[in-house]
């Protein structure tokens, strides 16, 4: 009975490789999102969909590509992957786009090598 | 000046003891505010939201001072399960909706 549930959870894999996370929410919310939380543990927000449409997108390198097919799913595929790009990514969703608590999934971890 | 600023901590209590952490925000239009709970390797979970009056659930209580843009939380008698980082988040609410979260205060109960 996940209510965000992402995958894979833990990701290792070599520079300049190419991967993909996929986030599936079933709450029947309309606004999900990526975040990416550093080895800082600062949570950042990269990306935001609201019914399939792209409302935030934050400065993130364009190696990283969101795709929403419907509102129920936000998958994030990452290019040409770098040493930095090693963090926790968590996907979320809230009720709509304006000032609802948000629910996380797990996270996936990945690490580059 | 960054938007949502948080002293790290850590806070290292007692059990029992009274903690209260800030979190102060530079958006004078921020209209949505919470307070999330985030432990070891696991995501972050709503503790509470934030309300212009102020809200106590239990042992917590937040408060908001849009004058001075700072937020609360208020946690009393500390148990060892307390122990965790708590993050505040500020969305702007309107047409640049960005739910932003601070970098959390690290919170250690020890017996």
């Known amino acids: 009975d996940t209510a965000v549930s992402q995958t894979p959870k833990y990701l290792v894999t070599q520079m300049g490789n190419d991967k993909s996370i996929k986030c599936e929410q079933n709450l029947g919310h309309d606004t999900m999102y990526w975040y990416k939380q550093d080895s800082k543990k600062f949570l950042k927000i990269m990306f935001s969909y609201n019914n399939k449409e792209l409302i935030i997108n934050e400065t993130v390198p364009n190696r990283f590509s969101p795709k929403s097919p419907d509102k129920a799913h936000l998958n994030l595929h990452i290019n040409s992957l770098e040493l930095g790009d090693s963090a926790v990514y968590f996907c979320?969703?809230?009720?709509?786009?304006?000032?609802?608590?948000?629910?996380f999934g797990e996270g996936s971890w990945l690490t580059v090598v | 000046r960054k938007e949502v600023e948080q002293d790290p901590g850590p806070f290292n209590v007692p059990e029992g003891a009274t903690v209260a952490f800030n979190c102060t925000y530079s958006n004078s239009a921020s209209q949505s505010f919470f307070w999330y709970r985030q432990d070891c390797r696991k995501e972050p979970k709503l503790l509470m939201s934030v309300y212009s009056s102020g809200n106590e659930d239990g042992r917590f209580t937040a408060q908001l001072n849009r004058a001075s843009q700072y937020i609360s939380l208020l946690i009393r008698d500390s148990k060892l399960s307390d122990s965790a980082t708590y993050l505040c988040v500020v969305n702007l609410s309107g047409g640049s909706y960005i739910p932003t979260f601070g970098r959390g205060t690290s919170l250690i109960v020890h017996p």
């Open positions: 979320a969703s809230s009720l709509r786009v304006s000032g609802n608590t948000i629910y």
